[in-house]
């Protein structure tokens, strides 16, 4: 530590100021005294001491050894909280000068332990300080070549393993640890095993200031707190939320509070206490299940509690069936959404909350089934986001905080382009085609056609196709330029664009040609890959590119390959339930999602095991769409729900319950197998079309009036706007 003097002048006026550190007292071993200052106009200097004088320096080592020979006698331990600089070094100077005078009695070989990696660093720093820097009496032990601060059976802790293994030798030793006032560090683990035994001793060599632990404990304290208590609230799911506390503490505490998913970074929260009753509410808001609130030696908690938020959307959609595992995933699936829904749409809510645009394509589907149409306006959002970035280089860009000029995902772009047909078939809100659709054909215009017909590689800001493994890329890369040039000519003939649909049909055949070549008695696969990739052959059959007779081979493709992350996952069960695959699609949905439906968490994680990314990310609730789109079998057969299709799995369960929440209104599926016969509930908003599939022994309730029975219309027409087609359940 250091005095800074300081000369002011002002006009004809000079003031002098000294700012004081702790620069230490007289009379200590080892440095030499201090300068003095002797006048000053102003002095400001620290408050620790401010309030008394220093009394007379006394004999050290003859009180020390004393109260080492009693405590040693009874087969105790002592006990030294010294801070790591300065107080730690002294006593070791006082306890070579016993130990090498023998000042205890029948402990000769009595060890001493340092344990304290700041205070061992601090000893060697010491050790290697310049001569001039000691007073004289250390001068002339280094001049006889002894150590004044090592001895015989000096022992340093530096590691957590060699510090726990101090307190399971028993003989009566010396524990040197800090913190001084034992508000921190090893000390208190110390404590705890010797302060309730009466055989050892807690030796305080430094001053302890009021409301420190050191402090209690000197003034003879009952009880006290050697730790400070973690308490944590738990929700029932995993949510957004703003952490409160209500305490009553001294000024100066710190109180830490996080959640579980702090780890992976997260936001967490500190408070620093003021004096007395008090009240906090975090400013900024984390998520999880599990809110722990670290509180400090001194605290008293009143009440803790928090705040939940969100993105103000509402449930509208629901799914349940005889599987609970499937009711179980489908409601998880919905948090998962749900807890990424913010100010925009994130992948995660514990990390980078980023607007990844494969996470908002798959969240914008979810959303279509569950949630009221306030939740389009985030999806509206981020496309405004994506299309106000485009520049010259006519590059759809992710929009997420990252250095550089602009980002580009090539895969997701051309996911979230198919993903804008997707929102308008839901919707049937054609301005929005007509506001995405110039940068959607300008971005395929940037891809190029090699020699082989298929696209050049196309690697963007980053090269990337999916999380899992083994990645066929020329496939899946080829397949999803095909997919949204699929897509834009959906957009161009709404549009009235035919200056464009030359050009997209020329170069969706020449792909078609090339990836023809890619086909193997396997499945697709390109050079790229030694075995078809579900991914890729997924996609193929998503596109077009496959052929229905091939769709035999894919299937077995995709029962067999797991390549696939929680985010392709969605498109291999897509792909499956097209080719008409749906109890495939339910058993891979529950092998793959086993693991994170036997976790007790309410959200789905990123990768398939749970310690390698977040636990709650949204590319990973594809499983909802799937119960609710192709098990129940609801989905728009002309754009904005003006007619739908209502196609139920009959032989995937005996009953099905199923709301969807579409732009005319919610859309409602409940049947029931009564022995061989099925009872059919429908409710659609007025004014909707519809075409059902039914067995041909059911009976159909349309709005809660009798509408089919015994293979007829209860008018005995086809008056009304749902027409019935009988299907007999058959085992996908």
């Keep these: 530590s250091a005095a800074i003097e300081l000369w002011l002048t002002e006009g004809e006026t000079t003031k002098k100021i000294v700012f004081s550190g702790d620069v230490g007292n007289t009379n200590q071993p080892l440095l030499n005294d201090p300068k003095k200052i002797e006048e000053t106009d102003y002095l400001v200097i620290e408050s620790t001491y401010g309030d008394r004088l220093h009394e007379e320096r006394k004999n050290v080592v ?67 300080s310049y001569e001039e820097n000691f007073d004289e009496e250390t001068r002339e032990l280094l001049r006889q070549g002894i150590n004044p601060i090592f001895f015989e059976g000096l022992n340093l802790a530096v590691s ?76 029932p799911y995993n949510a957004q939320l703003t952490p409160y506390l209500k305490v009553i503490a001294p000024a100066g505490k710190k109180i830490r509070i996080t959640t579980e998913n702090t780890l992976i970074g997260a936001v967490s929260t500190t408070y620093i206490t003021k004096e007395g009753e008090q009240e906090f509410e975090s400013l900024g808001w984390v998520n999880g299940e599990h809110i722990t609130y670290d509180i400090p030696h001194g605290v008293t908690v009143v009440s803790l509690k928090y705040r939940e938020t969100g993105y103000d959307s509402s449930f509208c959609g629901d799914f349940t069936c005889d599987d609970e595992f499937l009711n179980s995933l489908w409601q998880k699936s919905l948090r998962t959404l749900y807890v990424t829904m913010r100010d ?40 405004e986001a994506m299309l106000s970035h485009v520049d010259d280089t006519k590059v759809l860009q992710t929009v997420v905080p990252i250095s550089g000029d602009y980002f580009e995902l090539p895969v997701q772009q051309l996911a979230g382009i198919a993903g804008f047909l997707t929102y308008y078939e839901y919707t049937g809100d054609k301005a929005f085609i007509e506001n995405v659709y110039g940068a959607c054909i300008d971005y395929l215009k940037l ?94 059959v998503l596109s077009g590119l496959a052929e229905k007779e091939q769709y035999d081979i894919i299937a077995n493709v995709l029962k067999t390959t797991e390549n ?51 636990r709650n990310h ?91 029975q015994n293979g007829e219309y209860i008018n005995n027409d086809k008056i009304g706007n749902v027409e019935i087609v009988e299907k007999a359940p058959v085992n996908g």
């Design 618 to 708: 949204a590319w990973s609730g594809g499983p909802l769409v799937i119960m609710s789109k192709h098990f129940a079998g609801i989905t728009p057969l002309e754009a904005g729900y003006e007619k739908v299709k209502i196609e139920p799995q009959y032989t995937l369960s005996d009953s099905i319950n199923c709301t969807v929440p579409s732009v005319k209104g919610l859309i409602t599926l409940d049947y029931e197998k009564v022995s061989d016969d099925y009872i059919i509930n429908l409710t659609l908003p007025q004014g909707t079309k519809a075409v059902l599939y039914a067995p041909a022994n059911a009976v159909v309730n349309i709005n809660s009036e009798v509408y089919y």
């Design 62 to 128: 003859q009180p020390l050894a004393a109260y080492l020979q009693e405590t040693f006698d009874r087969g105790g331990n002592v006990i030294i909280p010294a801070f790591a600089v300065g107080r730690t070094q002294e006593m070791l100077y006082y306890l070579r000068e016993i130990k090498n005078e023998g000042l205890v009695k029948g402990h000769p070989d009595f060890p001493v332990y340092v344990d304290s990696p700041m205070a061992i660093e601090a000893t060697s720093v010491f050790l290697q």
């Design 564 to 614: 696939s992350s929680p985010y392709m996952e969605y498109y291999v069960l897509e792909a499956l339930c097209k080719m008409g695959e749906y109890e495939a699609a339910k058993d891979r949905i529950k092998d793959r999602y086993n693991d994170m439906m036997c976790e007790d968490y309410s959200t789905l994680w990123e990768f398939w095991d749970s310690w390698r990314g977040t």
């Design 447 to 540: 891809w190029e056609i090699g020699e082989n017909n298929l696209v050049v590689h196309r690697g963007g800001s980053w090269d990337w196709a999916d999380w899992g493994k083994k990645a066929d890329m020329t496939a899946i890369e080829n397949a999803w330029v095909y997919h949204a040039l699929s897509a834009t000519e959906k957009m161009a003939e709404l549009l009235g664009k035919d200056e464009d649909i030359s050009f997209i049909t020329e170069r969706k055949d020449i792909i078609a040609k090339g990836y023809e070549a890619l086909w193997t008695d396997e499945g697709f696969k390109s050079k790229d890959a030694r075995k078809p990739d579900d991914r890729a052959n997924a996609l193929a």
């Design 160 to 235: 957590a393993d060699e510090s726990k293994l101090i307190n399971e030798n028993k003989t009566p030793k010396i524990i040197i640890s800090a913190s001084g006032m034992c508000e921190a560090g090893r000390i208190r683990h110390h404590l705890k095993h010797n302060l309730w035994k009466k055989n050892c001793t807690v030796l305080f060599v430094g001053y302890q200031a009021e409301g420190t632990l050191g402090r209690d404990i000197l003034e003879g304290k009952k009880k006290v707190k050697l730790f400070g208590e973690k308490i944590t609230v738990d929700i």
């Design 344 to 383: 925009n749409f994130m992948d995660c809510p514990d990390r980078e909350r980023a607007q990844w645009w494969g996470d908002v394509t798959s969240e914008m589907i979810m959303t279509m089934y569950s949630m009221d149409s306030n939740s389009y306006l985030l999806y509206q959002k981020g496309v």
